[in-house]
């Protein structure tokens, strides 16, 4: 495996040393994240499991910089995010990190094509690149029939699809995707973890919030999220432990 970014020793796409979240919402404090470290090497399969509230969106927040944190340490990339600057940190979001969410988070009334342009255009591509760009991603995840349709003519399959290429357009260094599977059929959610696997397997760095313990499964590495505090970590081989103690419980 090699590392994208020389200047991070370990090659570490994600380096969290300490992570704390509160929210304040003024009458009451949440402590979200209670001290994460998680270290994401550069290709990794990861997925993020843990029941409802124990702060798996929170973490996923911040390792896409839509949030910062309020203790700790990340780096991303090997670049610290503590202290950028608002356009800094879309700056990073829009080149670094691509988003995949439950309810896919499609424009409705433009096209599956003008939906995948989107962070194109905000990255400055020229026309003929982005053309060539949104085709070549349609077409990957099967869907360049469908590229002048709208997400109210698309299954929910096909809009996560259309939401995976948009994902994918800037050739962000990783994927992060919040119960990517939640508002899917069993079928169309396996659709999705395959295309997932194969995006690994293409050398994608990939992180996936799922409660579903079959997809959790198929991911290589498991972490889990418990009262805000990574409370288990596997990674490859540990298949054993997997299959009986982590994703077999009820978790969500
Ligand atoms: N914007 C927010 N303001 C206040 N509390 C929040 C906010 N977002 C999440 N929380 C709280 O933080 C905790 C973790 O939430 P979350 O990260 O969404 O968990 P999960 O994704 O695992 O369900 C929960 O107690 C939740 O209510
Ligand atoms: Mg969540």
């Given at each position: 495996m090699t590392a994208k970014n020389p200047s991070q020793p370990n090659g570490a796409v994600i380096h969290m040393d300490g992570?704390?979240?509160?929210?304040?919402?003024?009458?009451?404090?949440?402590?979200?994240?209670?001290?994460?470290?998680?270290?994401?090497?550069?290709?990794?399969?990861v997925a993020i499991i843990g029941p409802s509230g124990s702060g798996k969106s929170t973490l996923m927040n911040l390792i896409g910089c839509l949030d910062t944190p309020t203790g700790g340490t990340y780096r991303l990339s090997g670049e610290l995010v503590a202290g950028l600057r608002k356009e800094?940190?879309?700056?990073?979001?829009?080149?670094?990190?691509?988003?995949?969410?439950?309810?896919?988070?499609?424009?409705?009334?433009?096209?599956?094509?003008?939906?995948?342009?989107?962070?194109?255009?905000?990255?400055?591509?020229?026309?003929?690149?982005?053309?060539?760009?949104?085709?070549?991603?349609?077409?990957?995840?099967?869907?360049g029939e469908r590229m002048h349709h709208k997400p109210t003519e698309l299954s929910g399959g096909q809009m996560q699809r259309v939401a995976v290429a948009r994902a994918l357009a800037m050739n962000p260094d990783i994927l992060l995707a919040d119960e990517p599977t939640g508002n899917l059929d069993s079928s169309s959610g396996g659709d999705i973890m395959e295309l997932f696997q194969e995006l690994w397997e293409g050398g994608r760095t990939m992180l996936v919030i799922t409660h579903d313990a079959a997809l959790a499964r198929r991911a290589p590495r498991q972490v889990e999220i418990r009262d805000g505090l990574v409370v288990r970590d596997n990674t490859n081989g540990s298949t054993d432990l997997m299959s009986d103690s982590i994703v077999d419980r009820p978790i969500d």
């Open positions: 992570i704390r979240k509160v929210y304040d919402t003024g009458k009451v404090k949440v402590e979200a994240l209670r001290g994460v470290d998680l270290e994401v090497q550069d290709g990794e399969f800094q940190l879309a700056a990073i979001r829009n080149r670094r990190v691509g988003f995949v969410f439950q309810n896919f988070n499609l424009l409705p009334q433009i096209t599956s094509y003008e939906n995948v342009e989107m962070p194109l255009l905000f990255g400055g591509i020229s026309r003929r690149k982005r053309r060539q760009r949104v085709e070549e991603l349609l077409d990957r995840v099967g869907l």
